[in-house]
């Protein structure tokens, strides 16, 4: 009979990896991280293009399991840069001595569920092959870089590089002429950098979309200090909150629609002062789930690119239309509208004049060849389910998980998956995930992940798995929060509509990071409601809406 080598296999060696890494030796488990990468960091290892950056605050973006960690970090900038992020997660890499246990430039392409042994045979890339109890996937959200099908692509005679895949040696664009294809959020970080450095840089719009300044600045010590000595509580607010943020202007209590104009001006105008996603999103109570009072905020976001914008032409186009404010993710810029003033950047509408193809020499739209010596493809990625697609995951009687998720991810609490004991996905489909501060959805992921590893030690049981019934009712809910929300009226990545034929389920859930948090705290609290240990089953809650809205005072009392 096969043998386990570890107790636990960890996918990823990001801002996951590296904590699920720690609790597991808290735990007493030995434990193996599998890392593509050659070294730590997950997506701020690979998303290296010029002005990447985070949008959360740093002082929020962080972890917070180590009170010692938290106040020995000196972040330099209000909102961190990404080589900065990664210098964080190799210092919490040494910090911990985690490396040891980490096998990088190593890339995991198989787990099979070995039922009579009730161990995951896992597969590398190397050839090698291991087994463990438990197989973690702390494989990101965003890390499979979406690389388009333009026809000719591999034909163009200069440079093309994917923001989500930049490489090491960086890119020299001086004198150079540069094509940048995608206005999402790497996009728009990314071309005002780009054009302080190149010759010329054409940028290939589909979408316009909303962005709002990020005030990036530095982070003096005394403002540092302030926050360090108030930490506890904001890490319990960021715990309770809707996205997993603490601080920021709060939400309105007025809806939108019943707020009059000049009120509501000053409002926006007081958030636009402040920078932020946190300012924007879910300004009032409304906005998430009207179009129409979402477009109450559009208009303010327009007017702010009609005066920023010279050419009023070039204004309109960049001015997004097509979906509602907030249901694509917002970006956060820094001087993204303002690059459209320079001589040397121009825009081209791809509604207007699609590409019909990529040239040798450059980018051939239906109007005209753009010559260029560097393409970017800022093209997005895969989101949610791609990576774990490219693993050949197999669960009970060798089912894939790729056919399981054919017509849309599905999982328990986005946890883990009927059919597949002892898998969890950690910021799964079906969890706040990518609608939240990361690294909170991740802690929380991993400590309730831990929780339940050492329930199953405590009691010496060896599988765990969801019941079939727990996940038909966790996707209903998942569904029925997003229904009446804006989420549903763009052609987002967040419902897969930026990979052709994916299917178009909304994957987060939209339930807020504080509600999710009561739902697992409670689904633990009752003995792992909705999962079979060891064959033993226990129903799943009967209602999940009945914990929507829960803050932390109704949750303690
Ligand atoms: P994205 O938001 O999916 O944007 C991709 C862009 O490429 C879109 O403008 C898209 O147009 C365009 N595009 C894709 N295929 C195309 C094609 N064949 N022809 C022309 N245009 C094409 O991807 P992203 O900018 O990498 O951002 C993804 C997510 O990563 C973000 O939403 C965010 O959650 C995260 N991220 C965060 C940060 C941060 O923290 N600061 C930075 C970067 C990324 P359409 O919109 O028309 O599809």
Redesign the pocket.
């Known amino acids: 009979m096969a043998k386990a080598d570890y107790d636990a296999i960890v996918v990823g060696a990001g801002f996951t990896g590296l904590y699920m890494l720690y609790k597991l030796r808290e735990l007493g488990l030995s434990a193996r991280v599998i890392e593509a990468g050659s070294d730590v960091g997950g997506t701020w290892y690979w ?1 290296r293009y010029p002005g ?4 959360i605050e740093s002082m929020e973006y962080s972890y917070s399991f180590s009170p010692e960690l938290e106040q020995e970090w000196e972040w330099t900038e209000r909102y961190a840069s990404q080589p900065e992020i990664l210098h964080y997660l190799r210092h919490v890499a040494e910090r911990f001595d985690l490396r040891r246990d980490i096998a990088f430039d190593t890339r995991v392409t198989a787990a099979c569920w070995d039922e009579g042994a009730a161990l995951w045979a896992v597969e590398m890339d190397r050839g090698e092959r291991l087994a463990a109890h438990y197989c973690i996937m702390g494989t990101g959200c ?1 890390s499979s870089p ?1 690389r ?1 099908d ?1 026809s000719g692509l591999g034909d163009f005679a200069g440079e093309t590089y994917l ?2 895949l930049w490489p090491h040696e960086g890119v020299d664009f001086a004198g150079k002429r540069v094509a940048v ?7 728009i ?1 990314s071309i005002p950098v780009i054009a302080r450095e190149a010759d010329h840089v054409t940028v ?1 719009q ?2 316009a ?1 909303f962005t709002v300044p990020a005030h990036n600045r530095p982070l003096a010590s005394e403002e540092q200090a302030a926050i360090k000595a108030g930490y506890r509580e904001l890490r319990a607010l960021e715990r309770h909150s809707p996205g997993g943020v603490g601080s920021g202007p709060p939400q309105s209590l007025e809806p939108i629609l019943a707020t009059p104009p000049d009120e509501l001006r000053e409002d926006l105008e007081r958030r636009w002062e402040i920078g932020g996603l946190g300012g924007f999103l879910n300004t009032h109570p409304d906005t998430i789930l009207s179009a129409e009072a979402a477009d109450r905020v559009a208009e303010f976001l327009r007017a702010k690119i009609r005066e920023t914008v010279s050419d009023p032409d070039v204004a309109e186009l960049l001015c997004p239309a097509s979906h509602p404010m907030g249901s694509k ?1 917002l970006c ?1 810029d820094t001087g993204f509208h303002a690059t459209f003033n320079r001589e040397n950047v121009e825009l081209v509408d ?1 509604n207007a004049t699609p ?1 019909e193809r990529i040239a040798p020499e450059g980018v051939q739209t239906s109007e005209k060849l753009y010559p260029a010596d560097i393409i970017v493809l ?4 895969d989101a949610m389910t791609g990576t774990l697609a490219r693993i050949d995951i197999r669960g009970k009687g060798g089912a894939a998980l790729k056919d399981k998720w054919a017509e849309g991810p599905r999982s328990y609490l986005g946890l883990m998956c009927a059919g597949f004991p002892n898998l969890f996905t950690v910021t799964g489909p079906g969890s706040p995930s ?1 609608i939240s501060n990361m690294v909170v959805s991740i802690e929380q992921h991993v400590e309730w992940i831990a929780g339940l590893l050492a329930e199953l030690r405590r009691c010496g049981a060896a599988t765990v798995e969801p019941l079939a019934e727990a996940e038909d009712a966790w996707g209903e809910h998942v569904s029925a929060v997003a229904a009446p929300t804006i989420f549903m009226q763009a052609d987002s ?1 967040y419902v897969g509509a ?1 990979i052709p034929g994916k299917p178009r389920v909304f994957m987060p859930y939209i339930g807020g990071v504080g509600t999710y948090r009561a739902i697992c705290k409670d689904v633990a609290a009752k003995n792992y409601a909705g999962f079979a240990v060891d064959g033993q089953t226990i129903p799943p809650p009967a209602d999940f809406t009945v914990y929507l809205g829960m803050t932390r005072e109704t949750e303690a009392a």
């Open positions: 998303n990447a950056r985070c949008d965003l979406n388009p333009i923001t989500g294809i995608g206005t999402g959020s790497s996009g970080q290939f589909r979408t979309n993710r956060v791809l590409i800022a093209t997005g990625f990518v990545w930026n």
